[in-house]
Each structure stands twice: as C-alpha cells, then as structure tokens.
C-alpha cells in the first residue's frame, strides 16, 4: 500500500458521499495503491449508514466506527494507527479542504521531505472569530517550538507513515505534530492549498480557545525539552533552592557559633527549601523511570530520519523495527 | 456442558451475615426459565462452610452451578475478577449474594441486552431504609453527579448485566465495579439504568457511615480517572499554581515588612507557612510533570478511542 488518506467525520451526513467521489476521483488517477480510511467519530447522525454502503461498494474504503465522540485528534490518531500506507495523508471530513491538493503533497514527499503542511493562503472563513486567533496562535506555536509553520490548523497534510506513527497523538495534540515530529529532525515542507467555504451546516469542530493551545504548548514544549533526559532537568530545577538552602544553613549556623543564636525562621526556611530540592532531584530519578519504561522515547526519535539518507527506501521498515523493539 | 455458555451469572459471596442457601434454587428457577445456556457461578471470598456444602450438594444435581473458592478474602472485586476468567458466556449478569433485588427481575436485564452494553438495576425502596441512609445515599449519588457529570441513583445495587466486551475493556480493580457503569458510559457503551423491585426479604437499611467514607474515596479515584488522566499538569499544574501564588505573594508580604518596616521574622509564624505553601505547590507541579510524562511516553499504547465497529 503506498497511500492512505485518512479523514475523521463527525455529523457529516450531507458531505461524505462528496467526499468519497473526490477522494476517489483523484486517488483514481494517481498511479499508486491507495486506501481511504473514514472515522466516525460517534456522530449522531446517518454518517456512519452512509459511509459504509459506500464501502460495500468500493473495498478501498475503510470505515471505522467510535463508539463515542472522541475529538479530531483520537479520530486521526486511529486513522494513523490503522493505515497501511507509506504515505498518510489526512483531511477534513467538511469539503473544507480540497482532495485535488493531495498529488502536490506527494510530490514534496517525494522530494524528502518528511511531512508537508497545508497552508490555507485564501482561508474561507470567518474573519475575527476563526481567522485572528488562528493567526495569534500560529506565531506563538512558531516561537515557541521553534518551527515556524503559518497554518497548524489545517488539516490537510502529509506524512511519511514511519515518522508520524512514532509520534505521540493525543488530546488536542494534531495541532503540534510538526512541532512534535521536528524533534525527531523531520523535514517540514509548507505548500499553498486550496480552501473552500463551508458548504453545509456549521463548524463541527469548535475552535478551541486560545488558552487551551497554549497551555497545551507549554506543556508539550516542557515535556518534549526534559523527557530525553528528565533527571537532568529535574536536577537544574532544584539546584537553586539546594543552594540557596546551603547558603542558608550556612548562614544560621555561623550564627549559632559566634552569637550562640540560632535563627529559627532562617533555619526553618533553609530546611524546607532543602527538602524540596532533594523531592526534585528525585522526582528527576521517578521520570528517569518512567522516560526508560515508555514506548516513545524522544532519544530514538532522531534515527527515525537520521538513518533514512544511508539506506534505500526498501528498507525503511527495518528502522521501524528497530525503534520499537527498543 | 456440552454447548457454548451464552449468559453466565457470576454471584460474589463476600462478608455474608447469614449465608442464604435457597438464593441459588431461586436463581436457578429464574435463569432455567430464560431459555438460554447459562452457567450459575458462585465465587467464594473467603470460608463459607455452610453456604459451601449445600452448593456442593445443588452442584451434584444441577449441572449449571459451578463454585469457585478464593484462597482467603479479597473483597467484592476480586471475587468479581475471578468470576469473570471462570465464565465465557457473552452477557454477564451480577447477582447481590443476599436478599436485595427480587429474583424476578433478571429476564428483564437480560432482555435489555439486545439493546444496551450496560444495564443497572435501581431499587424501588419500600421505606425500609432509615432516614438518615436515603439522605446518605442520596448525598453520594448528587455528588458522584457533581464531580463526574453522570447521573445514577443506585451505584450500590448488586444486580446488573454486561457484555463481555464491556468487562473486556474496563478494569475493575479496587472498588471500581461499582461505577462500572459509569466507566462504560464514558467509553461510549449504552448503559441503562432498570426499576428493579427490592426484594421482600430485605432488611438492609442503607450503609454505614464508615462504608460511606471508603466510597468518598472511590469517587476521588473515579474523578481522577475521568478528569485528568489525559491532562494531568491542567490539573496538577493549576492547584500547584494557586498554591504557590498564595505562597509567594505572602511570602513577599512577609519580606517587605522584615525589611522596610523592621517587623521582626523570629516570632512570625507566616514565613514558614508562605515558604511550605511556596514548597507544596512546587511539588505539585513537579507531580503534574511526572504524570504528563507518563502520558506522553505512554501514549502510543494507550488509545484514547474505542472502535466499535470497522467496515472492509
């Protein structure tokens, strides 16, 4: 398989059968073996029905059912986990996004590029509600992690299945995953798409304050600096108040030994700071554990691309394999 | 028995006050008249030597009892557990080892199955329960609503019916069995809760106060598992934050005073506190980094979703 075209839908009865025609008009004319991989995710209308008369119809289409509402980053994270192919490339289920885009998107993975990135240059949406905040949130995920990328939230991109079924995908997390994958040094690629107006119902997917996106940011900036070497981190963190607490005990006892007075509230004070900086370091010792018994270690992202130069791409699998036996 | 088992009855025997021997006949009755292959469990937590030897002697003549015994007590769950890798019958039923819910009720529960995942039977009281006991059960119920947005209003009843797949996925560990439907609500399993008759025997009023703290801090584990799981530093980071804003701003408070308005820090209690509180919410937030790790290098094996069904 060397495609997989993965979109979540939810609630989006009107729009799947044009989906499907457009995915397949162009996945027709693509001289590749290509798979479409639909996700309900729990809608409570007639969009899972719909989906899979369409999949009796063609076996090219898989449809997976949730049994809940999940969100769009669990509805593509089980698209990932399931495709087949060698290429993921994943979209909006809302005829937002433009499936005639998707051989550009091959085309710059063929070139090397690790995941390209739509960029919506002529978005078709509403101005203060969506646009702004989108623009807010895109700069400072771009400062912040470093990969300035102008439209995170578009949907549409495309990935080298090997990359991004090693990246962690969870909560709101689709978002970052460029921020995500470029810890692993994947090569990032941002091409102009077309975007179209909404064509029914509303936006099924709220946009998320803005708050949360950078909450999400911090954490996953914290996460991804210190979890390749948590005890390090955790030890620079409590080296101040270790410090500080020396120099204070140091303090309370020079005292006690000329004036014969110990300050208690210095002591008390440099005791407590001091206790606090060995539960860091400690802690630091905790998350080493945790960083070593995890399935994803950030250390081992890097060979996920690092090696991919020195070997033909037959045998790319074997890194594959290489990482998660690790 | 020479078929596949379709509906096994799993009945806990935990810390009876009198062992109620003509329950399994009663049981029997009901299950035998269902019409399906079934298998009638009992798993005994701990020595029930009378209940035991009349099982034995029901288990010679009627096929479809089984007995299992656990090496000593465990508790409700464990007992549940072992029932659970005895049986292979695709709906479960729970049935309460004592007189709580009329036997009658069962085919109604499993008749829910063909529409549901989770069925919950809720007592009917017939007063029988003191004043106090309905306003405690009432109080656990509205707040189990509060922290988890579910609304139940008899966690407690013993009987219940479940897919396989439903005990399947959720771990009952601890005491967590009793918010199973809860738990499968929340993985998108149709639960539904059934007007079960009390049984005329019973004479349970309510819990104890005691039992009612241990399910205080079964709803602390429930809100955890449900709340913050995915997002531990939201949590963690926010009450750490607070902790330590409140911490600071006092400590700065304290230090201004000492330094411009010479109030001396030896006698004053509030250093030590504004630095513990600087102190916890460090540590806080150091749990909520540790827990988000767990997250993050975990997530690729814990999925987020659950699929029911996948096409081609």
Redesign the interface.
Known sequence: MDLSVVVPLFNEEESVGVLYESVRSVIDDLETEAEMIFIDD?SSDLTYTK??QI??RD?R????????N?GQ???M??GI??AAGAIIVTMDGDLQNDPRDIPEFLEKIDEGFDIVVGWRFNRQDKLVSRKIPSRIANWIIGKVTGVPIKDNGCSLKAYRADVIK?V????DMHRFIPAMASIAGARIAEIKVRHHARKFGESKYGLSRVYKVL?DLL?IK??AT??AR?LKW?AM?SAPFLLLSTVMIVWALTGLITYGDL????A??AV??G??GI??LF?GG??EL??S?????VDRMPLLTAEELALSDRNRPEIDNAVEES | MAQDVELSAIVPVCDLKEEQGELALEYLDVLRALGKNFELVFVLDGEHQKLRSHLERLAASEPEVRIIQLTRRFGEATALTAGLEHTTGDIVLTLPAYDQVEGGEIPRLVESMEKFDVAVGRRQRKGTEGHSGGFRRKAFHGLVAFVTGHRYRDLGCGMRALRRSVTDEIPMYGDLYRFIALLAARRGFRVVELDVTESSASHHGGYSARVYLARLLDILSIVFLVRFTKKPLRFFGMVGGVTFSVGSIFLFIVVVQRLFFDVALADRPALLLSSLLVVLGLQLFALGLLGELIIFTHARDMKEYTIDKIVN
């Open positions: 729990g989906a899979s999949a009796e076996r289409l898989r449809v997976v059912k949730f049994r809940r999940y980053t669990p509805a994270a089980a986990d399931l090693h962690p995908l969870y909560s909450l954490t914290t996460i210190f979890s948590p955790f963190l300050s208690l509230p210095v008390g004070t407590l700071l206790a606090l539960f860091l802690s905790l998350a945790i960083s018994t995890g399935t994803f270690e």
